[in-house]
């Protein structure tokens, strides 16, 4: 298999074998990272979770968990609910303090969310927010207040296509002012060409240095060098 993935690189320009050649080993690095974190996650059993090519990979979702726990996480705000929600939950359940607050756009998505919450009885530990999009992000009408935000997780709204690239950037010059000073701020799809401007932006505009992870995110966490 090597072999034959070699070969055919070869026949590339040298420019576009660099390219292929570390792609190659993203999605390798990744592959790796997911399987792992599947061991990891094991560790906080429930009921079957159904996972789309939509859900968050299981590095992201691990790195989320991991930021709870080693930060002591209190307030957790997530943009776009799912596994990710349930994990949390678990944890937070787990550990006796913490709550997430998810956003979701839509309604259908968000009522499976919330009955996967009730049938695990995590719902003290989560709420599901539906927010429906207005001009591309979610209503700010339907959002709770917040304070002390100690970890953003962003992973909504869809941003696959073409003309909605940039619509998860919203999300941090929103809750800026209400993120606590140490918190940490994940991006998940980190590695699409509008996540990427994203994160330029963010980096300009609110100071803050993010690393892109193999697991297919972004993360500004304390002492990121």
């Known amino acids: ?68 726990e080693v930060y002591d996480r209190q307030v957790i705000v997530e943009c776009g609910s799912g596994n990710s929600t349930i994990y949390a939950a678990r944890l937070c359940a787990l550990r006796g303090r913490g709550h997430i607050t998810t956003l979701e756009h839509d309604a259908r998505w968000a009522g499976l969310t919330e009955r996967y919450l009730e049938r695990e009885g995590l719902t003290q530990w989560a709420q599901v927010v539906h927010a429906p999009l207005n001009q591309g992000w979610y209503d700010a009408t339907t959002i709770p207040p917040m304070a002390a935000i100690d970890l953003l997780v962003v992973d909504g709204p869809p941003a696959w296509a073409r003309h909605s690239r940039e619509a998860r950037a919203p999300a941090l010059d929103y809750f800026a002012g209400t993120l606590a000073d140490d918190a940490t701020v994940i991006l998940d799809d980190g590695w699409r060409r509008g996540e990427r401007k994203v994160v330029e932006r963010w980096t300009i505009r609110h100071r803050r240095a993010f690393r892109r992870e193999p697991g297919g995110f972004a993360i500004s966490a304390p002492r990121v060098t």
């Open 1 to 68: 298999m090597a072999i034959a993935i070699l070969s055919r690189l070869a026949q590339l320009p040298m420019r576009k074998q660099l390219s292929r050649f570390r792609e190659r080993v993203r999605l390798f690095e990744a592959n790796a990272g997911d399987s792992m974190a599947i061991q990891a996650l094991s560790a906080l059993p429930g009921p079957f979770l159904p996972w789309t090519s939509f859900s968050m990979r299981p590095a992201a979702i691990l790195a989320i968990l991991s930021d709870i």
